[in-house]
């Protein structure tokens, strides 16, 4: 790849009753994102413009009739719905599901003729969206099928070394328990190594992995999955070369800030990685999907309802989720250039692993 070439980022408008357009309008108002890539909006310029007049955002947009006529240093938008689309803001509507749906599938076929380099998607309510087409709780699982090539997806929330992946997602509480096995755990934490390395550059990443039970069962007192699934889990990877340490009480851990010690955590369920991670980095968070061929990120936030069309919304985490989208693309290349032409390793770099000593001394007050 070219030091002067342009990355086309792909950008579904996601619901358009939220905040997707104001923040992708607030994010390329800014003339120095456009001298990083090339954006392509994939929705409805009618739409994006009823959203720029609402809201007074000085942006500027061309329509292009495919994701090939867009120029650089310009937004383009290609036209993906409806020309009578009606915007209900605030309101979930099952024509904004439909077009949320239009764009999303529309960027994923560009993507496959290799018309877009990486993939940033607008916040969906999940509920509008399902169709005959959409049965999935969400985008990671339908980009999983849609274009992950037999490969399997891992959520990460991050925010620069921050970053927070998930064994089970989109699952009701009740049925977390009984999807937690041992071969899915090391299927994430596989996913998780390799992402660290190829995406993010990180040469001997090291992962904390969270306990399911409260106190990490205490000893099967409090449950029996950490001793009977996790821990033999984590052995076997160990085994295999790769650093996770734990299982660690996500409260203690988090609290008592030791998450700064490694470049990636484990959770074992949604709310368990999530909730601690939004409390410290909603602002900026971007949700990244791993583990697949394509590069996909979105906002950490939702469709934001209680403010749509207010201009208040901050267009922070999607500017990161544009950045991060970007740098894992160029890390990316730079790992398959590397191994194209290898070069014989010269030394071997030695971890001090006292903080996994001192860590596993933890005492988890209650």
Known sequence: MEDNYKIRVGITHGDINGVGYEVILKTFSDPAMLELCTPIVYGSPKVAAYHRKAMDIQTNFSIVNSAGDAQPDKLSIVNCTEDELKVELSKPAPEAGKAALDALERALQDYREGMIDVLVTAPINKHTIQSESFHFPGHTEYIEERAGEGQKALMILLKNDFRVALVTGHVPVREIAQDITKELIMEKLAIFHRSLKEDFGIDSPRIAVFSLNPHAGDEGLIGTEENEIIIPAMK?????????????????????????????????????????????????????????????????????????????????????????????????????????????????????????LKLDTIDDED
Do not use: W
């Open 236 to 356: 076997e990877m160990v085994a295999k070369g790769i650093q996770c340490f734990g299982p660690y009480p996500a409260d203690g851990f988090m609290g008592s800030g030791n998450y700064t010690h490694f470049d990636g955590i484990l959770a074992m369920y949604h709310d368990q990685g999530l909730a601690p991670f939004k409390a410290l980095a909603m602002d900026e968070g971007v949700n990244y999907t791993a583990g697949l061929p394509i590069v996909r990120t979105s906002p950490a936030h939702g469709t934001a309802y209680d403010i749509a069309g207010q201009g208040v919304a901050l267009e922070d985490s999607f500017r990161q989720a544009v950045y991060v989208a970007m740098d894992v693309f160029r890390h990316r290349v730079v790992e398959k250039e590397i191994h194209a032409h290898p070069l014989r390793k010269q030394y071997y770099e030695k971890r001090d692993d006292s903080d996994k």
